[in-house]
């Protein structure tokens, strides 16, 4: 006795169908799960994919930040030099002129200047013969006050320190804008 021959013979048409029904929903869900595994392994490769290129900008975005860094060490670096040699060129003609004051306050030193006129017209009172102990025998020179003195000391010391200064930035402009050294 088979199957179909317990069902009466009106619901055997039914019962085929039923059946033919549920095959082909299963078909159908096989085919629904296989076209899942098929679509889930496409989004698992375009997310690795995508995974992989995000690492690559991010590591190239680091070396170039790395790069950028060490330009920015290197320069920072060159400027700190720069700086130093400055600031010692800057201390070293301060003590150059207080040493130079220091010797005209204490008569160590003493500046003179050369008359322009020499004739003996001139108003000025000043002798034009050698002092004793004087072995100057060229143009006539007068010294000067030595307050008069100190005063241009400060003034060439205050354009001495205006040079270095100026060349200090000129250095620094031109480290900062890629000329090098």
Not at 28 to 56: F, H, K, P, S
Not at 85 to 106: G, S, V
Not at 114 to 142: E, I, N, Q, Y
Request: net charge neutral.
């Amino acid at each position: 006795m088979r199957f179909f021959d317990l069902i009466p013979a009106q619901f055997r048409f039914a019962a085929v169908g039923v059946l033919l029904l549920m095959v082909l929903a299963g078909s159908a869900a096989l085919a629904w799960t296989v076209q899942d595994w098929r679509y889930g392994r496409e989004l698992e490769r375009q997310a690795r994919l995508q995974t992989d290129t995000l690492n690559e900008l991010y590591q190239a975005s680091a070396a170039v930040q790395r790069t950028e860094q060490d330009k920015r060490l290197a320069l920072e670096q060159r400027l700190q030099n720069k700086d130093e040699t400055h600031y010692k060129e800057l201390t070293d003609e301060q003590t150059k002129q207080a040493r130079l004051r220091d010797r005209l306050a204490t008569a160590d030193l003493r500046l003179s200047v050369v008359l322009a006129a020499t004739d003996a017209t001139s108003s000025c009172s000043v002798s034009t013969t050698a002092t004793t102990g004087s072995v100057v025998h060229g143009p006539t020179r007068v010294q000067l006050d030595p307050a008069h003195a100190q005063r241009i000391i400060g003034i060439t010391d205050t354009g001495d320190q205006g040079l270095i200064a100026l060349r200090a930035c000129q250095v620094y402009a031109k480290q900062v804008s890629g000329g090098g050294d």
